[in-house]
């Protein structure tokens, strides 16, 4: 298993599983995180959740390079493995924290983009690095747009991997909504969830889902739009992948990153 779901008085923790792979979802962990979501709606025992990644390095890397998935000839149309990952797009009105430690970049954006709030570390980093390697961030940007101001996701989302938001930043914004100590997030992301597990659970899931409904249509139509901007503005999959080796080969040069 990629993923490991614990669940006790009410909360269910759900962790991405793969430290050596800085918690990147292959087609395996995309496939159980759908699972896991759709599985805990029937589960009267859990009134809440929350979502986070092993080993402390990171909370999610996005999509692992390793994967493979053939796109269907149409501009139109996009099959995107990250699509079903996070709890709203399987249809779970529970809610969902996401517990952030280390970094969280590209599309990890799918599940924080479908958290309630996220709590980070102070020493947790958010980044978008699509632009560097010649592919458009579409979904990962249109959830973000909804969480952040503007001109802030903007920013982190065209500059690639030459800029980081740091947890302090994130947390004047209003993206993160707490500050812990590295190693913490997870530890009050329960806490949390304690409560929201202690309330009426049909107040919790109706307030929820009027949350949700307050930015439903204008997400639903920005979300429309994706697939088509992604077939064209990517770079074809041989130019991305050599952007990728040689960033992987050079690393990064000396004020390469900026972390604010």
């Not at 249809?91 to 983009?113: E, H, N, R, S, T």
Request: charged share 20%; net charge negative; glycine share 8%.
């Amino acid at each position: 298993m990629t993923l490991r779901t614990e669940i006790e008085a009410g909360v269910a923790l759900v962790t991405l599983d793969r430290p050596d792979r800085h918690n990147a979802v292959d087609l395996r962990t995309a496939g159980e995180l759908e699972a896991v979501w759709r599985a805990l709606r029937f589960d009267d025992t859990v009134r809440a959740a929350v979502i986070t990644g092993a080993g402390g390095r990171a909370f999610c890397t996005g999509v692992d390079r390793s994967v493979d998935v053939p796109q269907p000839a149409s501009p139109y149309s996009l099959d995107d493995p990250l699509l079903r990952i996070g709890p709203k797009a399987n249809d779970l009105w529970k809610p969902v924290i996401a517990a952030v430690d280390g970094m969280a970049c590209g599309g990890a954006f799918y599940l924080l983009g479908e958290a309630e709030f996220i709590i980070a570390s102070t020493s947790s980093t958010f980044f978008d690095p699509h632009t560097t390697y010649g592919m458009v961030s579409a979904y990962e940007t249109i959830a973000m747009a909804q969480r952040m101001p503007l001109g802030e996701i903007a920013r982190l989302s065209l500059m690639g991997t030459a800029e980081r938001l740091g947890a302090p930043r994130a947390y004047e914004i209003g993206l993160v909504s707490e500050l812990t100590e590295p190693g913490a997030a997870t530890e009050a992301a329960l806490r949390c969830a304690a409560v929201l597990a202690a309330q009426p659970t049909e107040a919790v899931q109706g307030t929820v889902r009027a949350l949700w409904a307050a930015k439903e249509a204008a997400r639903s139509q920005a979300l429309a739009q994706a697939p088509q901007l992604i077939a064209l503005g990517n770079l074809p999959p041989e130019r991305q992948a050599g952007l990728f080796a040689a960033r992987r080969r050079d690393g990064a040069a000396a004020g390469d990153i900026r972390v604010r």
